[in-house]
């Protein structure tokens, strides 16, 4: 079993920036394929990022340029680190691990999530 705890979230101005961490125990999840998805108010969960357990790395188009997903295995931790954030990037950001090892856009191929973290960016 594995536990995934994000944090990092908070309230920035539009054209800031914030780095979330996603901190897994229970099992070492370098082999992993890990993942950040987010959902805002009223709509359905989105794909943000992935990172696969090579290093090889996925974006949703629009935060792609913005947005860099990387992971540290030494510290069982993933980030995401998120520039020039604009309001619609506001929504709960969630982290999902895979035991599979891939980066997948699809949230129905990760088998552990986080709780969430809030992002709330202001114009």
């Known amino acids: 079993q594995v536990q995934l705890v994000e944090s990092g979230g908070g309230l920035v101005q539009a054209g800031g920036s914030l780095r979330l961490s996603c901190a897994a125990s229970g099992r070492t999840t370098g082999t992993y394929g890990m993942g950040w998805f987010r959902q805002a108010p009223g709509k359905e969960r989105e794909f943000v990022a992935a990172?696969?357990?090579?290093?090889?790395?996925l974006y949703l188009d629009s935060v792609t340029g913005r947005f860099t997903i990387s992971r540290d295995n030494g510290k069982n931790t993933v980030y995401l680190q998120m520039n020039s954030l604009k309001p619609e990037d506001t929504a709960v950001y969630f982290c999902a691990a895979q035991m599979a090892g891939a980066a997948s856009r699809i949230h129905n191929d990760y088998d552990y999530w986080g709780q969430g973290t809030q992002v709330t960016v202001s114009s």
């Open positions: 990172i696969n357990l090579r290093g090889g790395k």
